[in-house]
């Protein structure tokens, strides 16, 4: 089998045949919890405000009729909102409006400052959407004149709710954009990937299959909604199901990853997910104490995506919290991108697969098991439902067979309309042409993920990005590896704040790594020579491989993604600028 494709399953509908806000006004009548934020700001043991279905529809509609004072349907509104309740109401509310909701982020996040005013300068939003306390650091924004001025910043929480009275939805087509999601910028400057009415209720429908889920799911968690990975699965997929999700803020999770797994324990038929990071961090930062009175055995689904899935990851966070109860089978790694809204692939219900594979082999292009000491352990991303996906030479366009690395290719009804406003870099991402591939593959509109991977028994395994790979002496290395032999080379060493990159000098290529230490790790054992020293040798060993330089560095040096993903690039920039000492 060299592809993917998946038939519809009976209990779905992948058509697409009314929109996201169809669903919410199905439960507009009821009274049960629809949206509780847990706030931790005023009590550390934190505060739930609730919206029910009734007044979550209310409150959308009321803000759905503001919006129509000022905008007409398809104008591009945007949502700078702190992630609480306000947020679900302001997303809903432009769906209802048939306004293009652009999801962002509060002017007070501001580490990735630049990001959210490249957004708006993109898409010139014709009203933003805060809060009352927002508003203040909104207006700084506008007074420094850093991105188009709006007709009209509005206070999401300030609009009367009897302002719904009367208000009948747009109508929207479904092939109509509903939203821009924009991307990480992980390897390039944000775009503004286009996603449909059709697109959202799809993938909604998608995720919800994938992971069996049904109206008597809580999720819960506390991935950020301007992030694909948040949005769909805290707040789309419960508005398609009916079902009930429970957040609090990223922030709140950094400060005690324990209000979490408390967040999961306290519902049964509980689903989650966060990137790769959060499970080591959660299983490092939490006590034994909490670790042997927590009961988890009501979580089902703990997708795992985002960023690279390290299987060590996996073993370290089913040891620590299996005797809660945990089903080592709860953890769902999975891949997906914004382009195709969000999900791809996903682990099915028997959990995890992981596979050993020859490092030399994997360097020459292919995927081959190993039970070497020295293999490299990839984790798998499962498989789709009601797409298709083929791994192919993106040189000539033609699908590889098993085993064969090459870029992934999806193609489906999830995948977005293409890049607001950038014709040419849609064409090249969303228009792959097939050469050559299964009968049932069309010829044309295949979305180029820019992501390499192969297929093993079916089964989807990411590599890595293309644009990241490192070529020294015609041997590929993918710079995750890298950074994950890192990880494991010395205890002082930061897990997941790690970047590898390559250097070109002349027709060579030389390798870098930047890695942070852990300050729970005391002074004297986190020797920087003694560190280098290590990691030299892991790196060698594994790799055969001759780092260049290392640098070990503070934490907060090493630059990510708003979405948390390794920034290479921009640390690569960092270090020839001199930012981590003068240059070897």
């Given at each position: 089998?060299?592809?993917?494709e998946f038939a519809v399953p009976a209990q779905h509908d992948f058509t697409g045949s009314m929109p996201?806000?169809?669903?919410?006004?199905?439960?507009?009548?009821?009274?049960?919890?629809?949206?509780?934020?847990?706030?931790?700001?005023?009590?550390?043991?934190?505060?739930?405000?609730?919206?029910?279905?009734?007044?979550?529809?209310?409150?959308?509609?009321?803000?759905?009729?503001?919006?129509?004072?000022?905008?007409?349907?398809?104008?591009?509104?945007?949502?700078?909102?702190?992630?609480?309740?306000?947020?679900?109401?302001?997303?809903?509310?432009?769906?209802?409006?048939?306004?293009?909701?652009?999801?962002?982020?509060?002017?007070?996040?501001?580490?990735?400052?630049?990001?959210?005013?490249?957004?708006?300068?993109?898409?010139?939003?014709?009203?933003?959407?805060?809060?009352?306390?927002?508003?203040?650091?909104?207006?700084?924004?506008?007074?420094?004149?850093?991105?188009?001025?709006?007709?009209?910043?509005?206070?999401?929480?300030?609009?009367?709710?009897?302002?719904?009275?009367?208000?009948?939805?747009?109508?929207?087509?479904?092939?109509?954009?509903?939203?821009?999601?924009?991307?990480?910028?992980?390897?390039?400057?944000?775009?503004?990937?286009?996603?449909?009415?059709?697109?959202?209720?799809?993938?909604?429908?998608?995720?919800?299959?994938?992971?069996?889920?049904?109206?008597?799911?809580?999720?819960?968690?506390?991935?950020?909604?301007?992030?694909?990975?948040?949005?769909?699965?805290?707040?789309?997929?419960?508005?398609?199901?009916?079902?009930?999700?429970?957040?609090?803020?990223?922030?709140?999770?950094?400060?005690?990853?324990?209000?979490w797994l408390r967040q999961l324990a306290a519902h049964q038929n509980t689903l989650t997910a966060a990137?790769?990071?959060?499970?080591?961090?959660?299983?490092?930062?939490?006590?034994?104490?909490?670790k042997s009175t927590v009961d988890l055995s009501g979580v089902k689904i703990m997708i795992n995506g985002?960023?690279?899935?390290?299987?060590?990851?996996?073993?370290?966070?089913?040891?620590?919290?299996?005797?809660?109860?945990?089903?080592?089978?709860?953890?769902?790694?999975?891949?997906?991108?914004?382009?195709?809204?969000?999900?791809?692939?996903?682990?099915?219900?028997?959990?995890?697969?992981?596979?050993?594979?020859?490092?030399?082999?994997?360097?020459?292009?292919?995927?081959?098991?190993?039970?070497?000491?020295?293999?490299?352990?990839?984790?798998?991303?499962?498989?789709?439902?009601?797409?298709?996906?083929?791994?192919?030479?993106?040189?000539?366009?033609?699908?590889?067979?098993?085993?064969?690395?090459?870029?992934?290719?999806?193609?489906?009804?999830?995948?977005?309309?293409?890049?607001?406003?950038?014709?040419?870099?849609?064409?090249?991402?969303?228009?792959?042409?097939?050469?050559?591939?299964?009968?049932?593959?069309?010829?044309?509109?295949?979305?180029?993920?820019?992501?390499?991977?192969?297929?093993?028994?079916?089964?989807?395994?990411?590599?890595?990005?293309?644009?990241?790979?490192?070529?020294?002496?015609?041997?590929?290395?993918?710079?995750?590896?890298?950074?994950?032999?890192?990880?494991?080379?010395?205890?002082?060493?930061?897990?997941?704040?790690?970047?590898?990159?390559?250097?070109?000098?002349?027709?060579?290529?030389?390798?870098?790594?930047?890695?942070?230490?852990?300050?729970?790790?005391?002074?004297?054992?986190?020797?920087?020579?003694?560190?280098?020293?290590?990691?030299?040798?892991?790196?060698?060993?594994?790799?055969?491989?001759?780092?260049?330089?290392?640098?070990?560095?503070?934490?907060?040096?090493?630059?990510?993604?708003?979405?948390?993903?390794?920034?290479?690039?921009?640390?690569?920039?960092?270090?020839?600028?001199?930012?981590?000492?003068?240059?070897?």
């Open positions: 089998m060299n592809h993917i996201l806000t169809g669903f919410l006004h199905r439960n507009a009548s009821s009274d049960r919890p629809a949206f509780t934020f847990v706030d931790y700001n005023e009590d550390r043991a934190g505060i739930a405000h609730t919206l029910t279905w009734r007044e979550l529809d209310q409150r959308a509609r009321a803000l759905a009729a503001q919006l129509r004072q000022t905008t007409a349907p398809g104008a591009r509104v945007a949502i700078l909102t702190p992630h609480d309740l306000n947020y679900v109401v302001a997303f809903l509310g432009c769906l209802y409006a048939g306004v293009i909701g652009v999801p962002l982020f509060a002017p007070e996040v501001s580490l990735h400052g630049s990001r959210l005013v490249g957004a708006l300068a993109d898409c010139d939003p014709e009203v933003w959407l805060a809060t009352e306390n927002a508003l203040p650091q909104v207006r700084k924004l506008l007074d420094g004149e850093l991105a188009p001025s709006p007709k009209q910043v509005l206070a999401v929480d300030k609009v009367d709710p009897l302002a719904a009275a009367g208000f009948r939805p747009a109508l929207v087509s479904m092939d109509d954009p509903a939203y821009l999601q924009y991307t990480s910028g992980s390897t390039r400057a944000p775009s503004g990937a286009v996603i449909t009415h059709r697109n959202l209720v799809v993938n909604s429908a998608q995720i919800a299959a994938a992971y069996g889920m049904d109206a008597s799911y809580t999720c819960s968690g506390w991935i950020p909604f301007f992030h694909d990975m948040g949005l769909m699965s805290m707040l789309a997929v419960p508005v398609l199901l009916g079902a009930h999700s429970v957040f609090c803020t990223p922030f709140a999770f950094l400060q005690r990853p324990e209000r990137p790769n990071f959060a499970y080591d961090y959660t299983a490092a930062r939490t006590s034994d104490e909490f985002s960023e690279p899935v390290r299987a060590k990851t996996i073993e370290r966070f089913n040891a620590a919290f299996g005797p809660a109860g945990l089903a080592p089978e709860a953890h769902r790694p999975s891949y997906g991108l914004a382009e195709a809204t969000v999900y791809v692939t996903a682990t099915g219900p028997a959990g995890p697969t992981v596979l050993s594979v020859d490092r030399a082999e994997l360097s020459a292009g292919r995927l081959t098991p190993s039970t070497s000491d020295t293999a490299l352990e990839l984790v798998g991303a499962g498989t789709g439902i009601a797409l298709q996906v083929l791994v192919v030479d993106p040189a000539t366009g033609a699908a590889l067979p098993e085993g064969a690395v090459g870029e992934v290719w999806v193609h489906g009804p999830n995948v977005a309309d293409g890049y607001w406003q950038k014709p040419e870099e849609s064409a090249q991402d969303f228009d792959g042409h097939l050469t050559s591939g299964p009968d049932s593959a069309p010829e044309r509109g295949w979305l180029r993920t820019g992501d390499l991977g192969a297929l093993h028994d079916g089964e989807l395994f990411i590599t890595g990005r293309a644009k990241d790979l490192i070529i020294i002496d015609g041997k590929n290395h993918y710079p995750q590896d890298i950074e994950g032999t890192v990880h494991e080379a010395h205890p002082a060493v930061r897990r997941d704040y790690v970047a590898a990159f390559a250097l070109t000098e002349g027709a060579e290529e030389r390798v870098v790594v930047i890695a942070e230490y852990s300050r729970h790790v005391p002074e004297p054992e986190r020797d920087p020579a003694a560190v280098a020293l290590a990691v030299r040798q892991a790196v060698s060993a594994h790799h055969d491989l001759r780092l260049a330089d290392f640098r070990l560095v503070p934490p907060g040096k090493v630059r990510r993604t708003s979405s948390g993903k390794i920034a290479r690039g921009a640390t690569r920039d960092q270090y020839l600028s001199g930012a981590y000492g003068e240059l070897l």
